[in-house]
């Protein structure tokens, strides 16, 4: 510090300058200044003084008193600050015969002298005097008695001036002194020492550099704010220190990776989870850019378009396969932010990043095991459905045709009979495999469930190219199938329906129409196939409705909007209510929308009907408001409805229309699997809905093959789960398992979900287990008249029970799972005994399915657990009486079976029971 | 015939017939020096002027004899040039000798003022000047010479107390009818007179000083005195000219014989009064004498041996005891009158 100049130092050489120089300015101008007045007092006292002389020396020279007025002209002399006063007088030189008569005074070297005409030296100050000054003496007649003349020299004005500046000069020096003194003192009393003790304050720091204490507060406004301005930035220093420490650890502790570049991308810093997901160590990648993570997986373009992102956003985000150091690819899900410094530059980017394998391998399970067939692994009925679909716009847009071809295995009862599950599985995989290789390749064989396969062959000319595919799926269905020394042989009924046909249809409805061909082809003697005949059927149709009927019925005001209630089911909220549509008949009586609305399919009436329900449910909502009440209200909207062009046009105008309609209170639920043909269309339309203030729920979801994608890209906030799922989710563990995905999905994507098709007390407490707390179905409230639902919501109270039940971990879903397993299994085999139309179950207990969970998950993950080795020894102990069971009833004895069926009920059970309590115990140690 | 030099502003005083007649004579012989001014001058000997204030008045008219009467007996040629009491005359009398290239000058000058002008003026042309009784304000002169006041009022003091002890009056006070005491001559003769009378162990009964020398004013303050003092003896006047006065102020009082009255200066009548007893003495200057002495004090200095500043002329102190001795120098050196 010391080598730096002193400010107090350098003030005071300033300001002593500046006051010295504006007093010595000063003293200057005051010096010019008391000159002219001093020269001006000067000539007037020497004029004043002539005129006196003037007259006073008139009456001594009119008596020839020199010697008199010489004493006069000394006198004056010495009081007056003239160097000489002469006078000529003219009678003396008259009187001496003179042409003149000088005489007077001079003042030579501070002494009086008289003046000596011939002394030169004397003549020369005369000359040189600074004013000289005449004046006629003229007598009371008129008469010119001579003259006088002053001469002031400048001896006496630089005495004089001498005498002021000297004075002047002390003053102004004692001012300046004063004045340097005083403006000293005050800058180090106001300004030095504070600031001194401010730094004195910043300069005692702690161990990171920043002042232990704050700043003194100065007393002046100026300084004052220094203090505060100071304090303040100390506080925010600390206070970023502290949230750079809290930085520090989320980002050292944090489980995403992160990497920090500078604006070229040049790692600067990487986390710890970075070096755990990608393999790489900080030293490794530090200087690298991130390109050496690079997968190989995406092109140019992609890069591109994250870079431009950037570069005009500042962020980007969405999932990218990246490569570890081990070599092995990987998805993670990224988010790049571009830090900009002040001026907009971009100085780094901080990439984070979380690695999505196990996400995307849930999501490709949860798809396979959603799309697929778990025996046979060929596409299940949902993604049937959706090839379908998509193999039905194909042929519209090729202008070809599209076969269904509906299969059903004959008499495969008897080898599940005779020969076991294993066997009828072994078979059902054999020939799936070779009914695959019986198509072209594009084409699809699905299987629906049990011994039923639908095949979809596209392309087709005409019906009779149909022939060829159905027969050779026939011939591999007939062929034999050998396990081990066994030969089985099972043969195939298969019915057809085409595509197109002279009336809209729907894939449901195709499917049903050669579901339908394969009935006719069984009737016909099975192992053959027919062909669905729509005109025929059309005709013997006598029941339906005509689209022209359902025009008039809306014309007529046939229609109603029922309602049926949404609500928590853990906390008895009510959300609102789906409008659904109901056709008062006049002769059918109330019809359901599934009775008349597939008619319409994709018909320009149905986006009438659209209208009018959302329309009708937009003046209910108005009513209820008027009311005081207010909730959601859903509204179904087809998909060729949403996509008008004006769709969002008429929605604002109908929303107009109810002007206190509130941000969200109008749901739209559009259907999954609807023909959501351009997804980036729909998710504009619906982002503009939103404006609007409407919300979007996807209805059915899970059924349709492009779920994830719908997903991902549709602004939808509510995902209904579809109720098919749900209904069978106690007793068809894959349903449970999908359901838990879907959940586990909008929880990963943000979303809510809600259950349909909830219809009793036992889905209800299962789904609050799993998770789902919104539901609508049966247990919570039928479909009801506008006019009843204020009253309903009034009254309705959710069962105390269900507050109750307990949200499971993951680990317990999967026990969850497992009992419905559990419980799949006995309903199948009580069937199995009761109505002797079931497949048996696995009565082995270590191949069927919850052996496979107890021997892997249960054995892994619960091995710690004490009720898991009671669960297996239950677990055994009922296939021991499932066997005992079924070996009794083989033998006749009915009575007895049901015993040990109740028996085993018993054992049943306990063992949910205890799969209850396992899971319990699961999450309370979670 | 004898008046006292030192009223400056003095005019023609009236006079007795007795000295009406020797004024005439004196002018008669001074106006015709006047014009002609060279007359008398000697051709082997130095050339000097006196400058005069106003030779018509006797006290001046006797110097100018005795200035004369001295020059004359060293073989100088000697011119007399009166002013007529005018600064301008005498200013122009000074340029006319000097443009004369005279050798000294004897100055009685009109005042003492006018003098330091005069001695300016001579002083610038190298003339010496030596001053007769009226002094200057310069000492720019060869030589003073002056009446000696103090020593002659101090032995009229003792003529006085004297006279007033053998009276039997020694406790009696003395009143002082002076001239103005701002003059030099004025003060010295009151300190020479005081003298007399502390050493007499006599006291001064009171001062009045003359203003404008009238018979009135002197004849009041002798009133006055007399009226203030009833033990006061005696009063001294310090001119002569108005002895008279002071004599009628006393008869008037009843006080003829009981008031004695001496006085400064003669007059011709004092040759008679005193002798009468009328006056108790007279102190008298010696005009004559001090014209002589100005031209010793020139002779001195042409012979170039030194001169004293200033050289003091006894005055005579006359009383009735001592006016038959003293009276040729009387005649000669106070009356000019030729011996």
Redesign the interface.
């Known amino acids: 510090v010391s080598h730096r100049r002193s400010l107090y130092n350098l003030l005071a050489v300033l300001i002593s300058t500046v006051v010295l120089l504006v007093l010595g300015t000063h003293a200057l101008w005051m010096e010019g200044s008391h000159r002219n007045r001093v020269e001006k007092a000067v000539r007037a006292e020497a004029e004043a003084n002539l005129a006196s002389l003037s007259r006073n020396l008139t009456p001594f020279m009119e ?6 007025y ?2 006069l002209l000394a006198n004056e002399i010495e009081l007056r600050p003239h160097f000489a006063i002469i006078v000529s007088d003219k ?2 030189a008259r ?3 003179q042409e003149e008569f000088l005489t007077g005074k001079v003042v030579t070297q501070g002494e009086v002298r008289d003046f000596d005409p011939n002394d030169e030296a004397i003549q020369q100050r005369l000359r040189a005097s600074l004013h000289a000054g005449q004046s006629a003496i003229v007598s009371a007649e008129g008469e010119t008695l001579g003259s006088v003349a002053v001469y002031t020299d400048d001896t006496v004005l630089r005495q004089q001036l001498r005498t002021i500046l000297l004075s002047e000069g002390i003053s102004t020096l004692a001012v300046a002194l004063a004045m340097i003194g005083m403006l000293l003192a005050l800058i180090h009393r106001v300004v030095v020492r504070p600031l001194r003790d401010v730094a004195d304050a910043i300069g005692q720091t702690d161990a990171d550099g920043i002042p232990r204490a704050p700043v003194p507060m100065l007393s002046y406004h100026e300084v004052g704010r220094l203090s505060e301005a100071t304090n303040a930035m100390l506080a925010e220093i600390r206070s970023t220190r502290d949230k750079l420490k809290q930085s520090a650890e989320v980002f050292e502790h944090a489980n995403d990776g992160i990497m920090i570049t500078d604006a070229d991308a040049h790692v600067l810093d990487v986390n710890a989870a970075f070096t755990r997901i990608t393999g790489y160590s900080r030293a490794e990648v530090l200087g690298r850019t991130p390109s050496l993570l690079r997968s190989g997986r995406h092109d140019q373009a992609f890069y591109q378009a994250m870079r431009a992102d950037l570069r005009e956003k500042g962020v980007w985000n969405g999932e990218i396969w990246n490569r570890r150091k081990d070599g092995v690819v990987f998805p993670e899900m990224l988010t790049i932010s571009a830090v900009r410094d002040e001026s907009g530059r971009i100085q780094r980017y901080v990439a984070l990043f979380a690695d999505i394998t196990q996400l995307k391998n849930q999501q490709s399970e949860l798809e396979h095991i959603a799309h697929y067939d778990a025996l046979t692994h060929l596409p299940n009925r949902v993604l049937l459905a959706d090839r379908l679909k998509q193999a039905m716009q194909s042929a519209e847009r090729r202008g070809t045709r599209v076969a269904v071809l509906f299969l059903d295995l004959d008499n495969f009862k008897t080898v599940n009979d005779q020969h076991g599950h294993e066997a009828g599985d072994e078979l059902l995989l054999q020939l799936a495999e070779r009914m695959g290789h019986a198509l072209r390749q594009g084409d699809t064989i699905a299987r629906l469930g049990g011994d039923e396969f639908v095949a979809v062959l596209q392309d087709l000319q005409n019906q009779e190219d149909i022939q060829p595919y159905a027969e050779r799926l026939l011939q591999a269905a007939q062929l034999p199938v050998c396990l081990g020394p066994l030969e089985l042989r099972v043969s195939a009924s298969v019915g057809v329906a085409l595509y197109p046909q002279s009336e809209p249809i729907d894939p449901d409805q195709l499917l049903r129409q050669a579901d339908q061909a394969m009935y006719q082809a069984k009737q016909s003697g099975k192992n053959r196939y027919h062909v669905f005949d729509a005109d025929q059927d059309r005709a013997t149709r006598g029941l339906h409705e005509s689209v022209e009927r359902i025009r008039e019925a809306l014309n007529n005001h046939e229609f109603e909007l029922f309602y049926q209630p949404k609500v928590n089911m853990r906390t008895g909220k009510v959300l609102g209510a789906e409008a659904l549509i109901r056709w008062h008949h006049p002769q059918r009586g109330l019809l359901s929308p599934g009775t008349f609305l597939p008619i319409i399919s994709g018909h320009a009436l149905n986006i009438d009907i659209g209208r009018w329900v959302l329309k009708t449910a937009l003046a209910q909502m108005d009513a209820w408001r008027k009311q005081g009440a207010r909730f959601q209200i859903s509204v179904n909207i087809e998909a060729i409805h949403l996509q008008q062009p004006q769709f969002v046009a008429e929605l604002r105008e109908a929303i107009g229309v109810h002007a206190g309609l509130a941000p969200g209170e109008l749901e739209l639920e559009v259907l999954e699997t609807a023909a959501l043909e351009d997804v980036a269309q729909v998710s504009a339309l619906m982002r503009a809905s939103q404006q609007l203030g409407v919300s979007f729920s996807l209805d059915d979801f899970g059924t349709g093959y492009s779920s994830l994608t719908y997903l991902k890209r549709l602004p939808a906030e509510v995902l209904k789960i579809d109720q098919s799922f749900v209904r069978d989710m106690l007793d068809d563990p894959d349903d449970l398992a999908i359901l838990a995905g879907v959940l586990g999905l909008a929880q990963t994507f943000g979303r809510k979900a809600i259950a349909e098709g909830v219809e009793t007390k036992a889905h209800v407490e299962l789904l609050l287990r799993i998770g789902c707390d919104l539901g609508q179905g049966y247990a919570i409230a039928r479909p009801m008249p506008a006019e009843q639902l204020l009253e309903w919501v009034a009254n309705w109270r959710p069962d105390p029970a269900w507050a109750l039940c307990q949200r499971v971990s993951p680990l317990g879903q999967a026990v969850l799972i497992a009992t419905v397993e559990h419980n799949a299994w006995m309903t199948q085999l009580r069937r199995y005994l009761q109505v002797q139309e079931q497949h048996l179950p696995e009565l082995d207990h270590e191949r069927c399915r919850f052996s496979q969970w107890l021997e892997q998950s249960g054995a892994e993950t619960y091995r710690h657990q004490p009720a898991i080795g009671r669960i297996a020894l239950l677990h055994k102990e009922i296939h021991d009486r499932a066997h005992q069971m079924l070996r009794v009833h083989r033998e006749g004895d009915t009575a007895g079976a049901l015993v040990l069926l109740q028996e085993l009920q018993g054992l049943k059970d306990e063992l949910v029971e205890q799969m209850h309590d396992l899971t319990i115990r699961i999450d309370s140690q979670a | 015939m004898v008046m006292t030099p030192v009223d400056q502003q003095a005019t023609i005083r009236p006079r007795t017939m007795t000295t009406r007649r020797q004024l005439l004579a004196l002018s008669a012989a001074a106006g015709a020096t006047a014009f002609s001014p060279w007359a008398l001058a000697q051709a082997n000997g130095k050339r000097l002027v006196y400058l005069v204030s106003d030779q018509r008045i006797p006290f001046w008219d006797i110097m100018w004899r005795g200035v004369q009467a001295q020059a004359r007996a060293h073989g100088h040629r000697v011119d007399v040039f009166s002013a007529n009491n005018e600064a301008g005359r005498e200013l122009k009398h000074i340029a006319e000798v000097l443009r004369q290239r005279v050798d000294g000058i004897v100055l009685s000058p009109t005042n003492s003022s006018a003098a330091a002008t005069v001695l300016k003026l001579a002083k610038g042309a190298g003339v010496p000047v030596v001053i007769a009784d009226i002094g200057a304000e310069s000492d720019d002169y060869l030589s003073y010479i002056a009446s000696d006041n103090f020593e002659g009022s101090y032995q009229l003091g003792r003529i006085l107390t004297s006279a007033m002890k053998q009276k039997g009056w020694s406790q009696a006070s003395v009143g002082i009818v002076a001239i103005p005491q701002r003059r030099a001559n004025g003060k010295a003769r009151t300190a020479g007179f005081m003298k007399a009378l502390e050493e007499s162990g006599m006291r001064s009964a009171g001062m009045r000083q003359q203003v404008d020398f009238s018979h009135q004013e002197t004849f009041t303050f002798t009133n006055e005195l007399m009226r203030a003092h009833p033990d006061m003896r005696a009063i001294w006047l310090q001119g002569s000219d108005r002895y008279q006065a002071a004599l009628d102020a006393i008869a008037q009082a009843n006080k003829a014989g009981q008031v004695l009255l001496t006085c400064f200066d003669a007059e011709p009548e004092f040759l008679d009064l005193i002798p009468r007893g009328v006056l108790v003495g007279a102190g008298m200057q010696q005009p004559y004498r001090m014209g002589q002495d100005a031209v010793n004090a020139l002779n001195t200095h042409w012979r170039g041996e030194p001169v004293p500043k200033q050289q003091l002329t006894p005055v005579l102190a006359v009383s009735s005891e001592n006016i038959r001795q003293l009276l040729p120098t009387i005649r000669r050196n106070v009356l000019g009158l030729a011996e």
């Open positions: 008596a020839y008193a020199v010697h008199e010489e004493k009678r003396m009187v001496l015969g």
